[in-house]
């Protein structure tokens, strides 16, 4: 996965530096570029692109097919530059590494918030207050389902991971009771 990060990271940035040239919103960039990232990671899609038979043409009108929304020329742009090179298979990476950017340059961090239950909105902004006040920084939650976990929540913020469920407590006991 290094030789992805390593293909992706100019393209990151090459977009990054566009946009905000442009004047683009970047949020509004962020969402187009995962929306490409989760159609680019379909097997069947990079199976086309790898063919010989199909041309760029095809690939990025089967691609823009797809998006939910028209796409700005932008993204046109970038996406025909990213087939043109053959890194189609780093545009997920690329999304990665562009939504850590702009995520630097806000001062937040992304955030998945695992747990066993759905979790209420009110909830939801209890739970990120005091996560914002834990890592000491704006937080962007998305809410997985896992049921494995039983009760509770476990966060990941980058490396970090603050595990509060009831998974994670009788894992404990079970370690200390056989230790």
């Keep these: 996965m290094a030789e992805l990060a390593t293909i992706a990271r100019p393209y990151a940035e090459a977009l990054f530096k566009a946009s905000s040239a442009s004047g683009a919103d970047l949020n ?3 969402a187009w570029v995962e929306e490409l990232a989760a159609i680019a990671a379909d097997p069947q899609l990079r199976q086309l692109a790898d063919s010989p038979k199909v041309t760029v043409e095809q690939v990025l009108g089967v691609i823009t097919g797809v998006a939910r929304s028209a796409l700005p020329d932008a993204a046109r742009n970038f996406l025909r530059v990213i087939i043109e090179n053959g890194r189609l298979d780093a545009l997920p990476e690329v999304a990665v590494q562009f939504r850590a950017i702009v995520n630097r340059l806000n001062g937040s961090s992304d955030a998945i918030v ?13 739970i990120s ?3 914002q006040k834990r890592f000491g920084r704006k937080l962007n939650l998305s809410v997985q389902i896992d049921a494995s976990l039983i009760g509770g929540v476990r966060v990941v913020v980058g ?4 595990d509060t469920s009831v998974k994670a407590r009788l894992e404990q006991m079970k370690a200390a009771l056989t230790a």
């Design 28 to 30: 509004g960039t962020v």
């Design 129 to 131: 207050d005091a996560l």
């Design 114 to 126: 695992y747990s066993a239950f759905p979790v209420e909105d009110a909830a939801l902004n209890d």
């Design 159 to 162: 490396d970090e991971v603050l």
